[in-house]
Every structure is written in C-alpha cells, then in structure tokens.
C-alpha cells in the first residue's frame, strides 16, 4: 500500500445530553494516498459524523486523526483555517455556496482568503474551470444556475487549491438523476487527473460504485468494507447485499 | 377554525417575528406617552399656551407623535417584509388578496392594541421615576406624582387612530408576485442600487439653489415664507439620500476594480456590500437623519440652557433696579429704599448706585447727565465736551437712534460715541441721550430717579428677589422695580423645560437610531448566520470572520455619525454670524459624548452580534 494521508484511530463521539449518545464507538480507518473511499451506512448509523470529525467540523471525544501527518485539533482558530484551505477540499449536500458571490468569485475564494497572486488565481481558475466545464457560467450568481452546476462549481472551489483530502457529504443528495451521473463523472475524473484521495458519504448505492472502495458502518462501528473489483456492476451488487445484510437499505436507495 | 383563530394563531406561533415589531411599537408610544404626562402636568397649566414655551411644548408632542408614526410605518414595513413568505404559503393554499389584507389588517390592529396597553402600563410604572428626574431637570419642586388620566387618554386616542391608518394602508402594500417568488426561491437578493447620477445632480443644483437664495436673500425667498422651508427641508433630504446611495454605489464600483478585491477577506466584505448596498444604504441614510436630530437637539437647547446668565445680565443688568417715577412721594420712596437695603444686607454684600434721568414719556426718549450716566456701574466712564452728546442703547441687541435729540429743543450738539449695550433694563425707554450737565439741567421733562443696587453672588439668592418682589410692587404711577434674580429664576425654569424637551428629542433620536441598527442586525442575522457556518467550514477562521463583520458595522454605525457631524458643521458654519462661542463648546462636548457613547455601543453591538453569528445551534 502507498502512502496513508488519513489515519483515524480508535475515533470515539459521544454527545452529552441526558443520556449519553454514542455516535461512534471507536472506529479505526486508514485512507491511502489517491483511494477513491465511500463510506456507507443506515440513517443515523454515524456516517456523517465521522465525516465531520475527520473534516475539523466537530470535535471527537476521544482518538485520533492524522491528515497528511497533522493533526488538526492540535492547531487554533486561525491555524486551523488555514490548514482547510490548504489540505481539505469540501463538498456538501446542500452546495454551501457565499450567494452574494459570483460563481467566479466562489471558486476563487479560498485563494483570495490565503492572498494567492491574482495572476496564479486566474490561472489556476481557468484550468479548474475546463475541467469542470462551467467555463460559461463564471459570471453568473449561485442563484441563476442549476443544481448540477452548483455543485460543480462547488467542486470547483473544493479542488482548485489541490487539496489532499478531498470530503464529500452527500454531494448528490440534492441532484436530479441526470446530474447525479454528471458530477460523479467529474469526481471520478478529478480523481484520475488532479490524484486527489476522496471521501465521500453517501447513502446511494449507485453513488457508492463509483468509489475504489466501499466501507460500511452500523451503530457507531466499522461492519464490513468492499473492494472494487474490475467489473462495476458486480461491485455495485456487493454493495447492495452487504446493505441487505445491514437492514434497511433496499429502500433508501 | 375561524378566520380569527388563524390571526391569533399567527401571532402567537410565530412570535419571535412579531416581537420586534411589537417592541419598536411599544417603544414609540412609552416615549410619547411620558412626554405627555409630563406636558400634561398640572404644573405647567401655568405656562400660557401662546408663550414660546407652550409653542415649544406643543411642536414638540408633534413632532413626536410624527416621529412614532414614521417609526412605526418603517417598523411595520421591515416586518412585513419578514413575513412576506408565510403570505406566499397563503396565498398558494388559496387566501384570496382580500382575505390576506383582513389578516393583516387585524393582526396589526391586535399588536397595536396591546403595544399601546404595554406602554401605558410600563410607562404608569417607571412614571414617578421618570418626573422625579423631570423634577431635578426642571428644579421644580412642585412636580410630584398625579394620575395621568389626560395623557393616557391622549396616548390611546392618537395610537388607535394612528394604527388604524397604518394598517389600513399597510394592507395595500402586500406584493402578491413578491409573496410567490418567495416561496420558490429562499434568497431572493435584493436589486442593487441603480445609477442615477441626474438625480443626484440634480437634488444638488436645487438644494444649492435654495441655499444661495437665503444667503443672497432674494425677495422670494420671504414672500413665499413656510412653503420655502418646507422646499428647503425635502430637497435636502433628498440630496442626502441621493448623496449616501451614489456615493455607496461609487465606492462599491471603485473597490470592484481595485487590486485589493482578492486580497484576503476584501472579498467577501465588498460582495456583501454589494448585495446589501441597498438597504445598507437606507439604514445609513436613516441614522444620519436621526443623528443629525440629536445633534441639533443638543447643541440648540442645551448651548440655550447653559447661556441664560449671561443673556439675563444683558436684559437686566442690575440685581435690583427701582425707578421712582415723578408721581411717587419722597416718604415711599425713602420707605422702599430702606426696606431694599435692609434686606439685601441680610443676603451679603452689595454696591448700590443712584442715577436719574428726565424722559419725554411719549416717545421713551429719555436724557441723562454725565454725571448720573457715570455713576452708575457696568460700563466706561466718559466725559464729554460742552458741545458734545453721547448716545446709550435702550433696548438690548437694538442700535439706539442716535439723531432723534434733534427733535428736541437743546443747543446743536455733536456726536461723540455710542455705547451699545442697554445701560439699564432693556425697553424701558429707546434711548438715551447722555448730555453735559449743565444742558441737562435746563430740560424740562419730568425726572425719574433709578436707584440700582447689585447683589454679590445673585445666582444664589432668588429667595431675596421673591422677598423684595413680594413687598414692592410696581406701580405703573409711582415707581417700578426689576430685578434679574426674577428673570433669572423664570428664564432658567423655561430653559429647564427646553432643555428637558431638548433631552427627550434627542433620546427618542438615538434610541431610535439604535433601535433601526438593532432590528436590522436582527432581521439579517439568520441569513447570515447560515452563510458563515458554510464559509467555516471551507475555512475561514474566527478572526477572518470577526474582521469582515467588525468592517460592516463599523460602517453602519460610523458613516452615519460622520455624516451627521458634517452636515452639523455645515449648519454652524452657515449661521456662524448667529451663534454665541458657547453654542460651539456645546457642540463639541455633545458630540464627543454621543462619539463615545457610539464607540461603547459599537462594541457592544459587535460583541453580541459576532456571538450570536458564530453560536452553532
């Protein structure tokens, strides 16, 4: 195996209340250099929180995570801003676009919060930008364009800084069937072009396939994982069992 | 489920949109309904309503009811605003247009019924505290507690009828297309400011225009009296208004193009102001408006307040003046005197002075020794040639005639100087022409005998003028007595009470000032709130945060002050040849004071704001 840039160990979450909820129970999961991972599980299974306490946006109770050999709860405020922009790349459900910004300004974003050479931003943009084809909708605001082009441009503004992490929650959750396809593709791409490793939840078995590996998690834990083979099909059946097997997964596909 | 029971619903389930609307409304009429209790107060039924006092109090319960009203109407609208989507969810369901305006109709009649019960209970409540400090402020010691039946009655009549009108209208304003496109799209963005530099140019032409015809002072300016004002009044609050949004734009525009605007934060400050140029222009406009009310509230009442000794000393200049008419008896006259000096010697030390002058009662044109006119106090001796007259001031703030002796049967005399300043109380008589004495002799006018007598520390001793008044009163055919300690003790009661008006104005300014910044920070919070947990998340730290947000309201809070202390400075400069040097020191004290009471309130705005912004549930 290469290269790990993301090491969790013994990741416990519990969530004070009057009773104490434990969201995860001491998950171990390595994610090497340029994997493609998607981590599947039931509602409330803790998918998202994992993803969240591996992206800095919720504190773990206990354990550990390593990105690129940091850890990132070691860091303050402003160090930990900093290492977002530079080392992780973001994708959500509900695209998190700024829409006082023009779709350019969005992408350029993280750049400018870091002061990057207004010629290496351009740049940089016009290449991200071919990638991802929204070279024509630059000029427009977030609000004039589609859900499939949000979340582009929201991949766009995750990958132009060349992240080494790049987390996706739900990143088609919002998306017609037609643009789930699209942006899957350009995540795929991304990955084979840019090397970036990505993590994606996701609750789409469909979704799932076109990751390199498949993990699955129930109440808190780690229950099994799935390894693409060569054949796409068969992988996205093994995902499907492995749900059968967890319960309820039939049907929130 | 009746119609009804959906407005109450309404209310009830979704209070915390109705709150600040509520508050705002309960805010208004608490400040008018003190006002009233305090204009209505038995005590000051002794104040002629045709006196400038009674003028003040009345013009300023208009303006306050004027101002509620506005306050209110901008209130109403902001929150209208904020509901239009739960409209948009009616309207979809199939509420008619007629259904939905009877809705609001009565939803608002219901808050304005309650913010007026709220008021005038809160305001019965923290009344006796409120006259107990009208009472320090007026030093009136009469001003106790009493039932405010006037005020109440007043205050629910004027509110009624004022909701009444407000949500009638209000209900015309519902925007059907608005209230839908709501519901499709969450953000519907604001239109940015447009250009419209005719506009601009032109309120300034004619503002300019206005401006230069008092300065120049063109006959039409008079003749067209109120209606010039009135004029003068909306086209500068137009060439402010056209003034704050160009400029906004301008600047926006200039940032746009700047080599900064990818640098750091500049980004995300410029593009918010962008999208919110609009109504961040407004609220500028709003308090800028409202700050330059405080201002001259304060600088005019209080420069009025802190100048009555000395505009006193020019009316009246003596503690005492007696002036033995030629109809008294010498035996009174003696009487009188004796009483005043006895008294006085009780109070402390005095100087007295004895003058006299022969006056052609008519006309008021009255004649004087050199020698009477230097014996009395409080200004240069002079002596003069036998063939010379000096002329002295009657009135106070009047050039006396100085060729009226002309008229009267004295040798040809020559001009020799002029004292400006009235020697004795002013409009006793016009003037006063100081001749050698020997021609004085020869007049024969009747002589009137003035007996002035000046108290040392007369601040401090109005009990003695009461005493003395009390005792001698004038009498039209015998002799007359003034005193300044009189004038004194009832100009400074007026002063009291403009300057209690002069605080109340502009209390009701700026916490209507603030109120407007608090309700906007409010209404905008949650969207806001939303954007910054999305942009944390890709990476913006605290102090990134904190800095974009501290540029924005350092904005709202400080342009408006700047300008407002502009255009003050503008006003002075205007009419620097009418104000006194103390009106400037005022000015300058209040608004450091008003300066730093907005730098302690800027950070406290900013402290709760950035909490509440960066608050994750």
């Known amino acids: 195996m290469s290269n790990t840039i993301l090491h969790v160990q013994q990741l416990h979450k519990e969530y004070a209340g009057e009773v104490v909820y434990k969201a995860l129970k001491g998950i171990d999961f390595q994610l090497a250099d340029n994997e493609f991972v998607a981590v599947m599980g039931p509602s409330g299974s803790g998918k998202t929180t994992l993803l969240n306490c591996i992206s800095t946006i919720d504190r773990p109770t206990s354990g550990i995570i390593t990105i690129n050999a940091q850890n990132p709860y070691e860091l303050n405020d402003d160090e930990l801003a900093k290492f977002r922009r530079n080392e992780l790349g973001f994708v959500f459900q509900d695209f998190n676009l700024v829409h006082t910004l023009t779709v350019e300004e969005n992408i350029l974003l993280p750049l400018a919060l870091d002061s990057v050479d207004i010629k290496d931003m351009h740049k940089r943009l016009a290449n991200v930008a071919q990638l991802l084809g929204i070279e024509g909708i630059l000029k427009k605001r977030t609000f004039e364009i589609s859900g499939g082009q949000k979340q582009r441009v929201a991949i766009a503004r995750a990958v132009i800084h060349e992240p080494s992490l790049l987390l996706a929650d739900e990143p088609t959750g919002n998306l017609d069937s037609k643009a789930v396809n699209d942006v899957m593709a350009l995540l795929e791409s991304i990955h084979q072009t840019l090397k970036t490793a990505i993590l994606m939840v996701t609750h789409d078995a469909y979704v799932a396939s076109f990751a390199q590996r498949v993990v699955f998690i129930k109440d808190g834990s780690l229950y099994n994982e799935v390894r693409r083979g060569n054949n796409k099909q068969q992988f996205y059946q093994e995902i499907m069992d492995t749900l059968a097997f967890l319960g309820g997964g039939q049907h929130e596909i | ?617």
């Not at chain 2, 109407?73 to 009877?102: D, P, V």
């Not at chain 2, 305001?123 to 402020?137: D, E, H, T």
């Not at chain 2, 080599?259 to 980004?267: G, L, P």
């Not at chain 2, 802190?306 to 009316?315: A, C, G, I, Q």
């Open chain 2, 1 to 617: 489920m009746k119609f009804n029971d959906i407005v109450v619903q309404n209310i009830l389930r979704d209070k915390w949109t109705y709150i600040s609307y509520f508050l705002s409304s309960v805010f208004s009429i608490l400040v008018f309904f003190l006002f009233s209790i305090t204009a209505f107060h038995p005590m000051l039924a002794a104040i002629d309503q045709n006196s400038t006092l009674g003028i003040t109090m009345m013009f300023a319960s208009f303006f306050i009811y004027i101002f509620s009203f506005i306050f209110i109407i901008y209130s109403i609208f902001a929150f209208l605003k904020k509901k239009t989507k739960t409209l948009g969810t009616f309207m979809i369901t199939g509420a008619s247009m007629k259904q939905i305006r009877t809705m609001i109709f009565r939803e608002n009649m219901l808050i304005g019924g309650a913010a007026i019960m709220t008021a005038i209970t809160l305001g019965l409540i923290i009344s006796p505290l409120f006259l107990m400090i009208a009472k320090r402020v007026l030093q009136a010691n009469t001003f106790g507690m009493y039932v405010p039946l006037a005020a109440i009655l007043l205050t629910v009549v004027l509110f009624s009828i004022l909701f009444l009108i407000v949500s009638k209208i209000i209900t015309r304003f519902i925007n059907r297309e608005e209230a839908i496109q709501l519901l499709k799209a969450d953000v519907i963005t604001e239109k940015i400011i447009a250009s419209s530099p005719v506009k601009l140019l032109l309120s300034v032409i004619v503002s300019s225009v206005l401006l230069l015809a008092m300065k120049l002072q063109f006959t039409w300016v008079e003749s067209l009296g109120m209606l010039y004002y009135i004029a003068l009044m909306i086209s500068s609050l137009l060439t402010i208004y056209y003034i704050i949004t160009q400029g906004m734009l301008w600047i926006i525009r200039m940032k746009i193009k700047g080599t900064s605007y990818y640098r750091k934060t500049n980004m995300l400050v410029v593009s918010n102001l962008k999208a919110k140029g609009r109504s961040h222009a407004h609220i500028i406009y709003l308090l800028t408006i409202l700050l330059l009310g405080v201002f001259l509230c304060t600088s005019v009442l209080y420069s009025s307040y802190y100048n009555v000794k000395e505009r006193t000393e020019s009316l009246y200049p003596y503690s005492f003046q007696y002036t033995s008419l030629p109809g008294n008896s010498l035996v009174q006259e003696r009487q009188d005197i004796t009483y005043i000096q006895s008294t006085l010697n009780k109070a402390g030390h005095y100087d007295a002075y004895y003058s006299a002058f022969k006056t052609d009662a008519q006309r008021r044109i009255a004649f004087m020794s050199v020698s009477n006119y230097n014996a009395l106090a409080f200004h240069e001796s002079i002596t003069l040639k036998d063939d010379e007259y000096y002329v002295a001031a009657g009135f106070q703030g009047v050039r006396p005639a100085i060729d009226m002796i002309n008229d009267y049967a004295v040798p040809k005399l020559q001009f020799a100087g002029l004292q400006e300043q009235n020697i004795l109380l002013t409009g006793f008589q016009n003037v006063y022409y100081i001749l050698p004495d020997a021609i004085y002799e020869k007049l024969d006018f009747p002589v009137y005998k003035v007996f002035a007598f000046e108290l040392q520390d007369w601040t401090n001793n109005i009990d003695v003028a009461e005493n003395i008044s009390a005792t001698i009163t004038s009498n039209q055919d015998t002799h007359l007595i003034s005193s300044k300690i009189d004038l004194y003790a009832t100009e400074k009661f007026v002063k009291s009470i403009m300057f209690f008006i002069g605080f109340m104005l502009s209390l009701i300014f700026l916490s209507a000032a603030m109120s407007i910044l608090y309700f906007y920070l409010q209404t905008s919070l949650e969207g806001e709130k939303v954007k910054y947990a999305g942009i944390r998340k890709i990476g913006l730290s605290m102090r990134e945060v904190s800095s974009v947000v501290t540029k924005e309201l350092a904005m709202l809070v400080f342009i408006p002050f700047t300008l407002a202390s502009i255009l003050l400075a503008c006003v002075m400069l205007a009419m620097r040849d009418y104000i006194s040097s103390t009106f400037y020191e005022m000015t300058a004290i209040g608004i450091s004071v008003f300066l730093l009471l907005f730098i302690g309130s800027f950070f406290i705005i900013r402290r709760s704001y950035l909490k509440k912004l960066l608050d994750v549930q």
